[in-house]
C-alpha cells in the first residue's frame, strides 16, 4: 500500500484519445486509445492527466478524460473526490 495508508481508496481511470469532432466525446479509433493508468486518488490522476494532457497540445482533437471509477463501482456511495 505504498504511500496510501490511512487514506481512502477512490480509483480513478485516466485515457484518451483523438475525437472525431472538437467539442464531441466520440473517439476517432478505439484501438488507439491512450490508457494511462488507474489511480488511487483524483489528486494523483489530476497530475497524470494534465501531464499528458499538456505532451499533446499540438493537436486539437487529442483529449484525456479523468473518470472517477469509484462511483461506478459503489454508485450509493456519497463520497466527494
Do not use: C
Not at 12 to 22: A, I, P, Q, R
Not at 30 to 55: E, F, H, N, R
Not at 66 to 81: C, E, I, M, T, Y
Amino acid at each position: 500500500m505504498s504511500g496510501t495508508e490511512g487514506k481512502q481508496q477512490l480509483l480513478h481511470l485516466v485515457f484518451g484519445g483523438e475525437l472525431t469532432k472538437l467539442g464531441g466525446t466520440e473517439f476517432r479509433d478505439l484501438d488507439a486509445l491512450d490508457i494511462v493508468g488507474i489511480y488511487p486518488d483524483y489528486q494523483s490522476a489530476s497530475t497524470a492527466w494534465k501531464a499528458k494532457a499538456q505532451a499533446s497540445v499540438d493537436n486539437a482533437h487529442m483529449r484525456y478524460f479523468v473518470v472517477h471509477l469509484h462511483r461506478l463501482l459503489d454508485p450509493q456511495s456519497k463520497a466527494d473526490a
